[in-house]
Every structure is written in C-alpha cells, then in structure tokens.
C-alpha cells in the first residue's frame, strides 16, 4: 500500500458552491463531502476535484501575463463542439489564446470562477485506414 495516495486538485474560490455545480454537471459526477468552507466532487470517470472557499481568490489572467496560468485541469473528450456547448451552458466560457485555422485539437476554457481548462480531443484507438 502506498504511503501517500493521490487526493483532489483542489481550486480556490470565492463561491465553491457554484463552482461544485459546474463541474458536478460538467463531468456528470456526484457531491462526495460538503463542509461549510470545502466541496469535493467526483466525476463519473473517478476524476476528484475539491473547492476550497477563499475569499480573496484571484483568478488567472490567461492568456494575458498579469497573472499567469497559475494551474489549470485538461479533460479528454470525443466531441468539442458538444463539450463546449455545455461548458457555455453551465456557465462557463471560451477563452482564445490565439487564432488557429481548421479544426481545433484542443481548446482553452475558463470556468464560472475563471480557472482554466482545457478540452482534448482523444485520440482514436485504432489509426485511420486508407
């Protein structure tokens, strides 16, 4: 058994209440602890995360340099634009680094609170034939 076991990325927030519930929908998971100052959720895939209410949370500027990326989550997904559709539902919002052409690969998002992520297509599990 291992001395110590992976735990929660865990995001500062003013308001860890709403973000609970944009990432509870986001990844389709359930509340597992609630404390008056800490959420912890896990994602229907085992993903864990936790919000942890700081008052004086500043979120991250990127793509901007004031205040850095600081951290940010990445999430695999089959389908962008249906992914980007329910982050824009649930509250959450595009955020563009730079103009690419074609079909993105990936894309850059902020949730309600402004922490990054971002969305990446999965990669097929057998290579393209002809």
Known sequence: ???????????DCAEPEKLAVF????????RTDVTANRIEIR??????LAFRRDMNATPP???RPENSLQAH???AVEDLDAAERK????????????EAPGPYEERGYADPSGHSFTLRRTVAATPKQG
């Open 23 to 30: 990432y509870t929908e986001l990844l389709e998971g359930e």
């Open 61 to 63: 500027s990127w793509p």
């Open 87 to 98: 982050i824009v539902g649930l509250g959450g919002r595009p955020v563009e680094a730079k």
């Open 43 to 48: 994602g229907a895939d085992g993903t864990r």
């Open 1 to 11: 058994m291992p001395l110590v076991k992976a735990g929660f990325v865990v995001l």
């Open 73 to 75: 989550l990445d999430f």
